[in-house]
């Protein structure tokens, strides 16, 4: 039996795991990760686009804050995020964003002087200050009010991950490669570790720590087409899940990415439309405006997912065998832009679409992006139901995000979050309270399930093929739980995959029978847990009867203040249930600094809460008070929901930018 | 920062190998120009062995200025050789390896570089012959000395071997020179090595073509000398005696 | 648009190994697939895994070439399996893991390990004694076109294409190969990395560093980022004999 004791185990090698796990080792505390791949290989590296923190450096950040940066947020989750945590976040994005700096991430800069952009179609001249050259520029990204979108050129998402696996390697994080979690092991509400299995060589590992993270990005994969790596299974929230203990929350918030290239999913950044690319129909028109005609292409990504799909479902789609599409045009941006801030763009239409961008328009439609669910979590990380067990980044359900995350938004959560889950974590190991009392026999006990799992699969006659079952509940999803959804598909949805739940306990891995490295076994397993989180996604989604950010039900088009103001909370506490047991977390409209209001799309179809409009009051009223007395924005902000102190010490100090705080 | 001592040995090395190997190229070009005199005529030929003789400086032939030039051409070719060793594969695996890469791999640079190993390896033993016979006759240069030296001595099989060795070696050699340091790369530096690449081409043909036909020269003029082998050529017109 | 098609019968060459199976030997296994509309390597392997071999062992990672998992020897070229259009080959494809790295299985290989061991080696990551993290103020000022000049060099993702490629590592492992030198020349470029050039002339110094690459191009010529490997390696040889001169 072959243990490894640690303070903290993190699963997961992407930036948020990355940050984690320096975090905790510069507290002193010894950590080890375990990675599917190699960390740089992590899905982080392909968000492309950049990341949101309110520098207000660039011309058209000026004036920009963390109260913007907060509302922007707030707003674009339609009011389901958790406000204090917005606020810790918002809070920490600038100091998140300079720290990767001064770690090498090669951030795009202000040049002083005039350049020129398109807005709204039009070339438009800005001239950036002397005073802000060689800052950190932003560029213009769906659902903001200001340019808060820090970049590098187009890669900014590689090059955070690379700076953050140097410093990991730095600081000497230990990690081991191609290990995956398979079973958390917990007693008595306690976690305690994981056991994991060597993908090399198929020996399983059990890892004992004080604390558990789990860092494992997205379950974007239980789409047939998604924009998610393959690795984005949700292998991280499935075994949280099968504890029986810890619970996921907001697994039906899923977001499509209105521009993924067809057939294959593959993502072309937000920075398209951002930069002033346009999106047109099979006649050449540009639609937008007429839908949205304030924020246009730049309309929230769910919004934009949804108007598109509207268009494509009025016969305005461009046809091809593999279904309607739309077109995005970024010819109008010029070839030199292209090439210098667009090029992965441009690299993924050369080698995937045989197209040149900068004269052809890109085939695109919405596709499944981000997981906005994910492990339900205090605003310190840690499951709210299983002591010793965190989560964090797009794995978690911290939530800042609520059904809809804005674009920019993630990677910035992912070195927030952990940088903060850090500190959190680090405290709790300091504290006698994560003293562990775990005997081997328990350790040996998840050890040995796990063990005989692999072999029924591997021993099995006369079983299903996981693949079937897979490609099947793959398809449920993309036509049942999508961008629109009702509740008669819902509910078929939710009948089949049951069944097909039900199957997978009965799953053979055919011919390839190897205890070693085998592809066949891991699909195997992974199908099974990929289907308990595919009923989590669908029966969520059936049983929430409004429309709120992502979630968007025909039957039900109003977002139901009254009703539904509240989390979706999974869980599955017994082995033997076929369905995840629901329940609901409240939402405190009267703890709100920003209280639930129009977001501005579209038709204003919002059930009002009656207690939104007392709060509103009460906020409105202490505002005007605090203002006549001259109180300053963070006054204001303390006055109507207090937050800082509880962020880490270290990370409570007022953020610099060029005219504030200097 | 701490104070760090670095062993400079192998940049000096490097720097060698670069260096030598680019004054050798040079000077294979220069020496191309004036053995191919031969083709504008014997009188010219001779005029220019003269003149390296220092024949217009002194008045008078000195044969050794050629000895020592050849002495010096020598030691340089001989470090050049004894640094690119270095890079050779130094054992059967490791050539097994290469030539394996080589094979599959189906690289043109990677190619251009067997060749230069394999020209260059050759030119240990050509090369050697070649110097140590210029350094040792260097009276006996000249149209009819070398000539016979060509055909009645039999140098006619080294030198068509040495010639391609030469031309192969060294025009890859300055090809490799300019991508590795980073001369001539300009704003765009693949561009500038397709340029280069086919610079290198033209160089190779016009080298070879022009040593051919040299050689070609030579061996016409020891043909029809073979019968005086070992007699001296003079000028038709005395008019080198005038000069002082 | 009534005319069907006739697509292809690929046949695609695997070299398979499995190094945990005492009884296996490395051999190549031949599957028929047929051809798809803008079928790419990705496509077609797992096709051959889910129809025809489930045993058949790959990297795939973002299927988009932007993480670097699967570069395999294409028809003996390193190339990043995902973006390899098969429209773009011969219908009798070899396929082989890249020599050098260790194997796991089939044409998945350990490029994990070895970048890390060069990461170590090189200590790729920013070197200042006096970095306080100053997270609560403005940030230090750089240049955009320096900051652009970085970022061209940070594109690198460790394919370990170049190193297939090059025919100097192949005969000399210890070589740091070009993605080892671009690290270099990243961080020597970045002014926020406080390294003398006497600390980077003692990474790269010698002949396992830059004085060890011998300029075949392989590296430039296989790169799926187009990185400006040549010139960047001739910028250090050139850095690194100044150093010397200078001491």
Sequence with gaps: MKIIYTDVLVIGGGLAGLRVATGVKERGHDVVVLSLVPPKRSHSAAAQGGMQASLANCKMGEGDNEDVHFSDTIKGSDWGADQ???????????????????????????????????????????????????????????????????????????????????????????????????????????????????????????????????????????????????????????????????????????????????????LTTEGCRGDGGLLLDKDGYRFMPDYEP??????????????????????????????????????????????????????????????????????????????????????????QTLKGLYSCGEAACWDMHGFNRLGGN????????????????????????????????TIATFLKAEKDKMEALLTK??????????????????????????????????????????????IEVFRSKSRGANPALVNAYRTQKMLKLALTVAYGALLRTESRGAHSREDFPERDDKNWLKRTITSWPDENQTIPTVSYEEIPIEKMEFPPGFRGYGKDLTVVNPETTKRQGVVDALTEKLVREGANRFEIQNALMPYIDKLPKKYQGTNERLGENV | MREVKIDTTPARLDFIQSASGLILALFMWAHMFFVSTILLGKDVMYKVTIFFEGHYFFGESYPLIVTIVAGAIFAIFIAHAAVAMRKLPSNYKQYKILKNHIQSFKHGDTRLW???????????FLGSVHLYIIMTNSADIGPYASSDRIVSEWMWPLYILLLLAVELHGSIGLYRLALKWGWFEGTDAK???????????????????LGFLTLAAYIKIGIEHKANAGERYHLETSVVEGVK | MSEVKKERILKISILRFDPTDPKDFPHIVTYEVEEADGMTLFIALNEIREHHDNSLMFDFVCRAGICGSCSMLVNGQPKLACRVLTSKLDANISLAPLPLFKLIRDL???????????????????????????????????????????????RCVECGCCVAG??????????????????????????????????????????????????????????????????????????????????
């Design chain 3, 108 to 154: 998945s290989i350990y490029t994990g390990e070895w970048m890390r061991g060069l990461s170590e080696r090189v200590e790729s990551w920013i070197h200042d004694k006096e970095e306080e993290l100053a997270f609560d103020k403005l940030e230090q000022r750089m240049e955009p076109a320096l900051a652009d000049e970085i970022y061209e060099l940070d």
């Design chain 1, 294 to 383: 304030e924020k246009k292409e730049l309309a929230s990504r769910d919004v934009v997912s949804r108007r598109m799909t509207e268009h494509i479902r009025k016969g305005k789609g461009v046809k091809s065998r593999y279904g309607d599409h739309l077109w995005l045009d970024i010819t109008i941006l010029g070839r030199e832009h292209i090439e210098k801030n667009l090029r992965e763009v441009k690299e993924i239409c050369e080698s995937f679409l045989g197209i040149d961008p900068a004269v052809d328009w890109i085939p695109v439609r919405p596709t499944q992006h981000y997981s906005m669910g994910g492990i339900r979590t205090k605003y310190t990380g840690e499951s």
């Design chain 2, 191 to 209: 561009k500038s090595r397709i340029k280069l690449r086919r610079m290198k081409y033209a160089i190779t043909i016009f080298f070879l073509t």
């Design chain 1, 84 to 266: 204090e945590v917005a606020r810790m976040f918002v809070h920490c994005a600038p100091k998140a964003i300079r720290e990767l700096a001064i770690w090498g991430v090669p951030w795009s800069r202000v040049h002083r002087g005039e350049h020129t952009s398109v807005i709204n179609a039009q070339k438009v001249t800005i001239s950036e200050s002397e005073e802000a050259h060689g800052l950190i520029t932003a560029r213009d990204f769906g659902g903001t009010k200001k340019w808060r979108t820090c970049y590098t050129s187009d890669g900014t998402g590689h090059s955070m991950l690379y700076a953050m696996d140097n410093k990991a390697k730095e600081e000497k994080v230990e990690i081991h490669e191609r290990l995956e979690a398979i079973s958390l092991i917990h007693e008595n509400g306690r976690c305690s570790g994981a056991i994991a299995r060597n993908l090399m060589n198929g020996e399983l590992v059990a890892y004992v720590a004080k604390a558990t993270t789990i860092a494992t990005g997205g379950y974007g994969r239980l789409y047939s087409v998604s924009t998610n790596a393959i690795i984005c299974q949700g292998i991280g929230q499935a075994i949280a899940l099968e504890t029986g203990v810890a619970t996921l929350g907001n697994m039906e918030a899923i977001q499509f990415h209105p521009t993924a290239i067809v057939p294959v999913g593959i």
């Design chain 1, 461 to 506: 006659e006369n079983g299903e093929d996981a693949y079937v079952l897979r490609r099947r509940m793959e398809s449920i999803m993309m036509e049942k739980v999508g961008i629109f959804r009702n509740g008669e598909d819902l509910q078929a949805a939710v009948d089949e995959l049951e069944e097909l739940y039900k199957r997978s306990k009965n």
């Design chain 2, 114 to 124: 067997f060749w230069q190993i394999f020209t260059g390896f050759a030119m240990f």
């Design chain 3, 166 to 247: 090059c025919g100097t590592i192949q005969m000399k492992p210890n070589f740091l190969g070009a993605v080892g030198l671009n690290k270099v020349a990243r961080y020597h470029l970045d002014p926020r990395d406080k390294r003398s050039d006497e600390e980077y002339y003692e990474i790269v110094g010698d002949e396992d560093g830059v004085f060890g690459c011998m300029t075949l191009l392989g590296c430039e010529d296989v790169c799926p980022k187009d990185l400006p490997l040549q010139s960047k390696i001739a910028y250090l040889r050139r850095m690194m004999i100044q150093t010397a001169a200078k001491n």
């Design chain 1, 410 to 441: 993630s990677v910035s959560e992912t070195v927030v979050a952990g940088m903060l889950v850090a500190e959190y974590i680090a405290d709790f190991c300091d504290s006698d309270e994560s003293a562990l009392n775990i005997d081997t026999h």
